[in-house]
């Protein structure tokens, strides 16, 4: 099966500007997840979506928000980007569950604020 | 609130030797531990889980409740060890991953 995917791979921005990034999950899996890596934060969970709806939030604020498609793909948005928002996005999926299944992940798309 | 703790951001240790990566947490729940890990210029995957209480790669780790611990463990390091390792909680109560910082493992010859 194919991995992950996630577009794009680099992205430079503005402050102030917004911005969508995608991610194709394994085909089968249900579930989508996205996490914010920083070296100062580390890896922080963002929220996850199963079968269109989301079902868990991290503590991030409102201008961090996503969906996700009937087949399965996600996006997430961030509008009014910040300097703080600089970070590497990961998107993982999984079949169903949280415990009882892998989370694989995506290769990350790296956003650069100015 | 729930929190994982690696206390070393870095791990140095010769070919052969055994290797110790620490990862307490804080949760009153019903735990899940995970380890992932990240090689250089490859993704971040899971390594193992507790509920699975196997050995991966030589791996093992054994979920202490007592001391709040799910160290990892190898008995002799291999140079492919090298990679950042994550200690990553979830439980019944918050259906989320919560990771710690990280530990960096780097195995010389």
């Known amino acids: 099966k194919a991995g992950v995917t996630q577009t794009p791979r680099y992205l430079i921005k503005t402050r102030g500007q917004q911005v969508t990034l995608s991610c194709s999950p394994i085909?089968?899996?249900?579930?989508v997840s996205w996490y914010q890596q920083t070296p100062g934060q580390g890896l922080q969970f963002l929220f996850e979506y199963f079968s269109e709806t989301q079902r868990n939030k991290g503590n991030f604020p409102g201008r961090f928000s996503g969906r996700q498609f009937s087949n399965s793909r996600s996006e997430m948005n961030v509008s009014t980007l910040e300097l703080g928002d600089s970070a590497l996005y990961l998107c993982a999926s999984s079949p169903g569950g949280w415990t009882q299944y892998e989370q694989y992940f995506g290769p990350g798309t790296r956003l650069t604020v100015t | 609130a729930q929190r994982v703790t690696q206390p070393e951001k870095l791990l140095s240790v010769f070919k052969g030797a055994p290797v110790e990566l620490k990862c307490n947490y804080s949760y009153s729940g019903s735990p899940e531990l995970f380890w992932y890990v990240q090689y250089s210029r490859q993704r971040l995957q899971l390594l193992l889980r507790?509920?699975s209480r196997e050995s991966i790669k030589g791996f093992t780790a054994d979920l202490n409740k007592g001391e709040t611990s799910f160290h990892l463990k190898k008995p002799f390091a291999q140079e492919e060890d090298s990679a950042m390792y994550y200690c990553?909680?979830?439980?019944?109560?918050?259906?989320?991953?919560?990771f710690g910082t990280g530990t960096r493992l780097l195995v010389s010859p």
């Open positions: 085909s089968g899996h249900r579930s």
């Open positions: 507790h509920i």
């Open positions: 990553a909680l979830s439980g019944s109560g918050f259906q989320k991953l919560v």
